[in-house]
């Protein structure tokens, strides 16, 4: 072994290098730098897979090692190549730290990697992936975990647990033949005349240990999402058949007999495996059709399908390492409570000296139970406060959600009234006869001091762009366009921005019950998803806007103010709630109504 070998040396903190297989395990041990598995309140997703390599019929670990060694290396270049001689380790750090363990040998081996690294999407929050490998004869089998501290509230809610997917899962499937439960990932075609069968045999089976998903296409054929696509999000927690054609679902209805229960219209529904007819609709997931194709929306679904088979297998998990780990070694005896042999010619002479610790052995057995019996009355008053907390907290971010709401649809509302006033005030104004006195002012000063002193459309948008920012993102565009706009109720635009910041908010941790039309009509928003289909390519280009990183936002969604043809009265916000590097709203026009093939 070269005392250069990467793989078997620590560099500690005060610059000390322990080199040696042994050196590191000391180190790892005395120094604290080893990294456990994450305790089950943690985790966020969990899946059990058998592995084969693509090509040939040998062993998949040295194809899996080298596939989770070069994910590894993307955020630590450093990283040794994981063997299965050899363990390694770095130390934890708040974003980093790794842990490899091996034991066994060809045949019968195991491998076990804790990972601390970075949230994929969040910005400085940590996630630890647990990949445990055991490998008996021919048969590979991986379990792999994925975990955050604190659990799902580490991660800001379930849309951060759906995001936290462990990341070495798509390079292994490339690599790799992965199966759960027989599943290979590939979405299956559910025919009319299965569908009958399918629910007897698949739904309604006493053994699935697995959810289900079915998806539903839409009135007029095809899907929002494609199948292949949504099959890949739930691989290792629930495999997906789809229907295509829209009278099959009729056909699904029939065979549940409740259409509650039932999927249709572009609806995706994911059944628990202990699935009946008599269950009510809440007891299994959905997402509607213009959920379905919103990447945070499918992201909560992930977060909870994935929490849901952490919690369900995690048992399983804390037995299965508990019961293969090397037992401990036997306590060591006190030398002093065991009297030595004595050698030499007074040993026959010298009488035996009795054991004088027998007492102190057995005071120190009664003081060690009562201290455990302490320690662990105190960890159950611990358990019960940290749930007190927790449901505390939990009140509290849902009491501090319904303020949140109530100050928006207030402001929405009040914006709404000062518009009305004005409107009748001007409209009286013009109706009055003018009434000439001799100290009186100019007629239309205290109307041009009232529009001076009122924030013009470009001061609306920057203000939202600064205190929204963690909901909204407005594009140089939308200033642009903003400044282009004769539109006068400025305190309307200022409502609407910020009711779409509540509502992005929401979005983003998972707290939309029901979809964006519904949740922009519950603040009197009106909300369109979308432009004519009819729309010509020519004309779809003015929705498309760049952003700071110089990538196209085609803005489709749209808020609309106002019915009116006069850009005075009239304005329209153009967005989009589906920009593949961006969570917030991105809005790319904040002005008069763009041209379509109903524009008039």
């Known amino acids: 072994m070269s005392r250069n070998d990467a793989s078997f040396q620590q560099v500690t903190s005060t610059g000390i290098r322990i080199v040696g297989r042994a050196a590191t395990d000391l180190a790892t041990t005395a120094l604290g730098l080893g990294l456990q598995p994450p305790e089950t309140a943690n985790l966020l997703w969990t899946s059990r897979f058998k592995a084969r390599p693509r090509i040939g019929g040998g062993s998949a670990v040295p194809v899996l090692l080298q596939v989770v060694t070069d994910q590894i290396r993307n955020e630590w270049d450093a990283c040794p190549t994981l063997t299965r001689e050899s363990g390694c380790a770095r130390p934890p750090g708040r974003l980093h730290g790794l842990s490899w363990e091996v034991s066994g040998e060809a045949g019968a081996w195991r491998g076990e990697l804790v990972w601390r690294h970075r949230h994929p999407v969040l910005a400085n929050v940590a996630c630890v992936t647990h990949l445990l490998i055991e490998e008996q004869q021919a048969v590979t089998s ?99 058949y789809y229907m295509d054609r829209h009278h099959a679902t009729f056909r699904l209805t029939d065979a549940i007999g409740d259409r509650r229960l039932s999927a249709y219209w572009g609806a995706l529904r994911v059944y628990r495996p202990d699935f009946s007819c008599a269950d009510r609709s809440e007891d299994h997931w959905l997402l509607l059709r213009e959920r379905v194709d919103d990447p945070l929306e499918r992201a909560v679904l992930i977060g909870q399908l994935g929490r849901f088979a952490a919690l369900r297998h995690a048992a399983t998990l804390a037995e299965r390492r508990q019961t293969e780990r090397p037992a401990p070694a036997p306590a060591v005896t006190n030398a002093a409570a065991v009297p030595a042999a004595t050698v030499g010619p007074t040993a026959a002479s010298a009488p035996p000296t009795p054991a004088p610790t027998a007492p102190i052995a057995v005071e120190m057995t009664g003081m ?115 400044k282009e706009s004769p539109y006068e ?54 929705y498309q806007f760049s952003g700071p990183d110089g990538q196209v ?39 008069k109504h763009l041209t379509n093939m109903t524009t008039t």
């Not at 027989?182 to 007897?200: A, H, K, N, S, W």
């Not at 100050?407 to 009055?432: D, M």
């Not at 509502?503 to 039309?517: A, M, Y």
């Not at 019915?563 to 709203?585: G, K, N, Q, V």
């Open 368 to 482: 060690l139970g009562y201290l455990q019996s302490t320690m662990q009355a105190l960890t159950g008053q611990l358990h019960e406060l940290a749930r007190t907390m927790t449901e505390v907290a939990a009140a509290n971010a849902q009491l501090a959600d319904e303020v949140a709401r109530l100050r928006t649809t207030t402001a929405i509302r009040a914006s709404g009234n000062r518009t009305v006033e004005r409107q009748l005030a001007e409209l009286g104004a013009l109706l009055r006869p003018p009434v000439e006195t001799p100290d009186a002012a100019p007629a239309g000063d205290d109307a041009r001091e009232e529009a001076e002193s009122r924030p013009t459309l470009v001061d609306v948008v920057r203000h939202a762009a600064s205190e929204y920012a963690d909901g909204l993102l407005l594009l140089d565009s939308a200033e642009r366009t903003a």
């Open 553 to 591: 936002h085609e803005c489709l969604e749209h808020i609309a103010i106002g019915a009116s043809y006069d850009p005075r009265y009239c304005l329209r916000i153009y967005f989009t709630s589906r920009a593949l590097s961006d969570s917030r709203f991105v809005i790319g026009h904040v002005g």
């Open 142 to 240: 991986l379990t792999l975990s994925a975990a955050a501290d604190g659990g799902p509230a580490g991660v800001r809610g379930m849309v951060g647990a759906g995001q936290a997917r462990p990341r070495l899962l798509d390079p292994l499937r490339v690599a790799l033949a992965l199966t759960f439960d027989g599943f290979d990932g590939t979405p299956q075609l559910l025919p009319e005349l299965e569908i009958d069968r399918f629910v007897r045999e698949v739904m309604l089976s006493e053994t699935r240990s697995w959810p289900v998903a079915v998806l539903a296409p839409m009135e007029g054929g095809g899907f929002l999402v494609p199948p292949d696509e949504l099959a890949s999000e739930l691989f290792g927690l629930a495999p997906l």
């Open 489 to 542: 109720d400025t305190d309307r635009l200022a409502a609407v921005l910020q009711a779409m910041a509540f509502v992005g908010r929401r979005r983003q941790e998972g707290g939309l019950e029901t979809g964006l039309r519904a949740a922009f009509q519950e603040l009197g928003i009106d909300y369109r998803a979308g432009i004519s289909k009819s729309t010509s390519e020519r004309l779809r280009r003015q």
